[in-house]
C-alpha cells in the first residue's frame, strides 16, 4: 500500500552544501523530518554539482519518512554562470550587462528541458531567451526558429 502524503517542502540548496541551519532546518523542522538524514542524503547524491544552486522538492509523508527529487539549477543562475557575472542588472530595460549567443540558450534549454513545460527545445530557448531579457543580458544573433 503507498504511504500517505501529508505535503511537500520546496528548497533551493546549493549542492553538496546542506546544513541544518536556516533555511533548512526551520522547513524540515516544521513537518517533523530529521534534518541531519536529509542533510547527509543530499550531499551525498550531489557530491558532483559541489556549490550549484539545485531546487529539491520533499515529499512528506504522514510517518515522518520522505523522499526528494534534485531538479536542474535555476535558468538564471546558468545565464550568470555562462556570462560570468555576479548578478543581473538593476534595470534590465535601461542597462544591458551582458550577452549570450543562442547556441549557449539553446545549451542551457536542453539541459533544463526535464523541468520546464515545454514540448519542444525551440520552446525552451524562448522561455531562457525571455529569463535573459529580463535580467538586463542580449541575445546576440539571428534566432534559429
Known sequence: MAKEITGYVKLQVK???????PPIGPA??????NIMDFCKQFNARTQDKMGKVLPVVI??????SFDFIIKTPPVATQ??????LQKGSA???RKKV????????????QDKMPDLN????????KLVAGTARSMGITVTGDAPF
Open 91 to 93: 534595470e534590465p530595460n
Open 98 to 109: 551582458g550577452s549570450v549567443s543562442w547556441d549557449q540558450v539553446r545549451q542551457i534549454a
Open 79 to 84: 545565464l550568470l554562470e555562462v556570462t560570468k
Open 28 to 33: 524540515l523542522g516544521s513537518k517533523g523530518l
Open 118 to 125: 515545454c514540448f519542444t527545445v525551440e520552446s525552451a530557448m
Open 59 to 64: 515529499t512528506v509523508y504522514a510517518d515522518k
Open 15 to 21: 549542492g553538496g552544501q546542506a546544513n541544518p541551519a
